[in-house]
């Protein structure tokens, strides 16, 4: 793969004042433009235009992005002095002086970013409208100009009441303007008293707490911004601040020669700034803006045009956003060293430090963990892993000294086979997934100081990894790292409301660390090509082995890994309510301690994958699921209920509620005729007999019978509720049914279409609100679907308006071809239409306007929705009433229908990826 050279980004918000457009009183109009400025205006158009043009080609043609930076800040002090000379009077230039500031002024200026200026005045200005004049040409040419007009005691008064504008000021470049006036600047800005390096710290500190937060504290973003995010150039602007204010310069090799950067740090620092600068640099070119989001479109073009190629386990673009995240990891440890040292040298070294010795080896200072005097892992690598143990046990530590990170680092080259094998090495690692408190901290600590990748150097290939899709949302480690932390919830009180099966499935394992192991392999073998689960079993089992563990917990383990995906699958696509599926699970299960393990471990994988797949629906399969298996084996397999069975002891129980109700018996026998033994399956005898009584009390022959039911009582979630209709079948009535429910913000977790012999329909559609809040206690809002409903079944002659919707930026940049397949069995009455394509709110309704279109009457449904996609299985029958024959004609069924879908969802070129993606990960 090659690799383009780094790139960095300027300031935002640094500029010293809020003013970005033009003086008050500025005229519409620039007055130079009267007074015979108009080829000086012109003349420099022009050279901005050949100035983007030459450095964006010179970009694409991989010129050092230091040297191209350095350059673009060159040419505007050049232009913006010219102009200067030009524009101001002599009497005007003796008064002022011109400063860059902000990114402008630390010379890291890129294509379209903001020209920060500071125009400073000897006292109360006399110039305000050349100073307009000068501004509004600016403007006028082309600049994104911020800037304030100051004069020296109003500089120093802001600097002094707002950080921002110190953090601007302290980056300040002359660019003309009088010696002596600088230097009076010069001598208010760097007072001591003004922002003290302690306060200028706590400051930036909490600014940079503040962002991190705003991005959940994480660095692998699907879509990152270069600036912002954690490990972006932001924290290395914040950390590069503080050095500055306290030893007066930011230059990295300088740092390392006062010994605040290390070596290795000081490389880091460098390589990382030149990636981001290079990639922040091509964002504007391509975006030709301003622009600091890494977009999936943008992260494709960049890895294309940068030579990274697709291989047989990874995509260009993904290669290159791993380049893309160990940078950033990287940038995020130098701002934590800088910072942790800064801490201890600088603030805590001012005051009296407090030492308190924990063992032989480890001591706390100030509250930080560190090596005692004389220890380090070169005598005795075990402190590799030892010191994460130790902050586990000791949780009123804040963190690691800085001295210790380091060491840690230097010697990172010592885990190696012979490290792995080591008993006593495998014990301390063992004891610490055994640790009650800080295993998450302290996993995530040894991921970003480089031991968790040396230890398991499986885990050390899947570091930054992304998969380029919508359903994965962070990289594979962080995605690991997060499915950990759920694990570790599940143990506490306060998840039970929204987790109470996992909950009590974790506490009901006897061993959780087995858990802990199946979770940090589970995705292990993703980026190799092949199945990652089955590589990932193959990569479990030695270091189970290797660690101690039974032939039993290494089996249960090696199951877990390989197995990870299974519970999932199934509750998706299979008929979880048909004993027989229920039958084959449990016996593939065979243990309630394995369904325990398997569920915790499903569950925390699902809602690591991405939150928002964990929803009432979702939980309601894999509550029943789960459910439904312990009573299988706790009767025990060889007693299970069969199909018919289960279907007989439902009817007799909503058989005996309905005669107390007044329904015959010949009622009864003549409504069950109607739906398919799966309505006995999917519905309780309460809901049957609800069901059947309604039914039995309406006169089909005035129109269909809709019923807004709470599904709660099967589901155990007031979230869910069913939409049942009993109508007479007529062409459109599914697609129209699915089209209002959508208009009325339902959206459709599953459908059952159910049509006997004489042409009547038992329709279940399984829907939530979109705005997440239950339905059926809503008397209003059900009065309200059942009229629309009515109204529209009542006219289906007529066309139904199908709900506009704008389709996430996201989805159509990632979109993945629909796909349509019609298919024949023996039954010459009815073909099977199969529908896979992206999930969005909305598509159920459009697929069902598009089989209106089609001519295609749908005779039964089954929907599902596979992470970031759907995929329907419809029963229908041609505008013949017969299957549809296996022809070209119906080939172009196929292709218009895929097009149409790929177009209603505003895609006109969908991508069509080279994988697809699991039930959960």
Known sequence: MRRRRGCRQVSDSTRPGPAREPLPGTPAVSLLEN???????????????????????????????????????????????????????????????????????????????????????????????????????????????????????????????????????????????????????????????????????????????????????IEYGLEPNVKHSPGGLRDLHTALWIMQREFETRDSNELEALGILTAVERQWLDNGRRFLWWVRFGLHIMAGREQDHLQFEFQRQLAVRSGYEDSDAKLAVEHFMQDYYSHVLELREVNDILLQHFRETIVDGRRRTYLTRIDD??????????????????????????????????????????????????????????????????????????????????????????????????FGEI??????????????????????????????????????????????VPKVELLYIAGLFHDIGKGRGGDHSELGAQYVEPFCKQHGLSDADTALVVWLVREHLTMSSVSQRKDIHDPDEIFEFASFVKSEMRLNYLFAL?????????????????????????????????????????????????????????????????QIDKIWQIPSADFFLRHSARDVSDITAAVADHDIASGPLILVRDAGSRLDDDVLTEIFLFARDQPKLFSTSVIVLDSLELSVQSANVYTDDDGL????????????????????????????????????????????????????????????????????????????????????????????????????????????????????????????????????????????????????????KSRGTGAAS
Not at 149 to 171: I, K, N, P, S
Not at 475 to 501: G, I, Y
Not at 619 to 644: F, H, K, N, V
């Open 35 to 217: 007074d015979g400025f108009g080829a000086l205006r012109r003349s420099a158009q022009q050279r901005l235009k050949d100035q983007r043009e030459s450095i964006e080609q010179a970009y694409w043609d991989a010129e050092d992005i230091d040297l191209l930076i350095a350059r673009h800040t060159q040419f505007h002090d050049t232009m913006l002095r010219e102009l200067w000379q030009a524009l101001m009077s002599a009497d005007a230039r003796k008064d002022l002086a011109l400063y860059a500031v902000g990114g402008y002024g630390r010379g890291e200026l890129h294509p379209y970013s903001d020209i920060d200026l500071l125009i400073l005045t000897r006292g109360r200005s006399n110039h305000d409208e050349a100073i307009a004049d000068f501004v509004r040409f600016l403007w006028d040419i082309g600049l994104e100009v911020g800037h304030s007009v100051r004069t020296l005691g109003e500089c120093g008064a802001e600097a002094a009441a707002d950080l921002t504008v110190y953090t601007a000021l302290l980056e300040r470049r002359l660019l003309v303007g009088k010696r002596r006036l600088a230097e009076k600047l010069d001598r208010r800005l760097n007072r001591r008293r003004l922002w003290p390096s302690a306060k200028f710290f706590h400051a930036k500190v909490d600014e940079q707490d503040a962002r991190h937060s705003r991005y959940d504290n």
């Open 361 to 458: 080896d480890f001591c706390v200072r100030s509250d930080y963990l560190a090596f005692n005097e004389g220890v380090s892992p070169s005598d005795n690598p075990a402190l590799l892993l030892k010191v994460f143990l130790t902050l586990a046990q000791h949780d009123d530590v804040a963190g690691v000294r800085a001295s210790t990170i380091r060491a840690i680092r230097d010697n990172l080259y010592l885990i190696d086979d012979d490290f792995r094998s080591n008993p006593e090495h495998a014990r301390l690692f063992m004891t610490l997934l055994r640790a009650p408190n800080a295993l998450v901290s302290q996993l995530t600590r040894m991921r970003r100081y480089g031991v968790l990748g040396r230890y398991i150097p499986q």
């Open 463 to 508: 570091i930054g990894q992304m998969q380029h899709d919508l359903f994965h949302i962070y990289t594979v480690d962080a995605h690991t790292m997060a499915l950990v932390k759920n694990l570790r919830r599940f143990f506490f009180s306060e998840s039970e409301e929204d987790f109470p099966v996992a909950c009590h499935a974790i506490r009901a």
């Open 602 to 666: 499903t569950v925390a994988d699902i809602c690591a994958t991405n939150p928002t797949l964990w929803n009432a629906w979702r939980a309601s399969l894999m509550t029943t699921l789960y459910t439904t298996t312990r009573r299988a084996l706790r009767q025990g397999l060889e007693d299970a209920a069969d199909r018919e069975d289960s279907i007989q002891a439902v009817k007799e129980r909503a058989t005996e509620r309905l005669l107390e109700r007044g329904v015959s018996q010949a």
């Open 761 to 912: 329909c038992f329709n279940s559609y399984m829907v939530m609100s979109r705005d997440g809040n239950p339905v059926v206690s809503d008397a209003r809002r059900r009065e309200r679907i059942e009229a629309e409903l009515a109204t529209a079944l009542a006219n289906l002659h007529e066309p139904v308006q199908l709900t506009n919707r704008r389709v996430p930026r996201q989805l159509q940049q990632l979109y993945s071809a629909a796909t349509v397949k019609i298919s024949n069995t023996s039954d010459p009455a009815s073909s099977t239409l199969t529908i896979t394509a992206a999930d969005h709110p909305g598509v159920l309704a459009l697929i069902g306007s598009l089989l209106i279109d089609a001519n295609l009457t749908v005779l039964s449904a089954s929907i599902t929705t596979l992470g970031e996609q759907i995929e329907d299985v419809f029963t229908v029958t041609g505008a013949d009433g017969r299957a549809l024959p296996d022809n070209a004609e119906t080939r172009a069924i196929e292709a218009q229908l895929a097009a149409a879908i790929d177009e209603g969802l505003g895609v006109s070129q969908p991508r069509r």
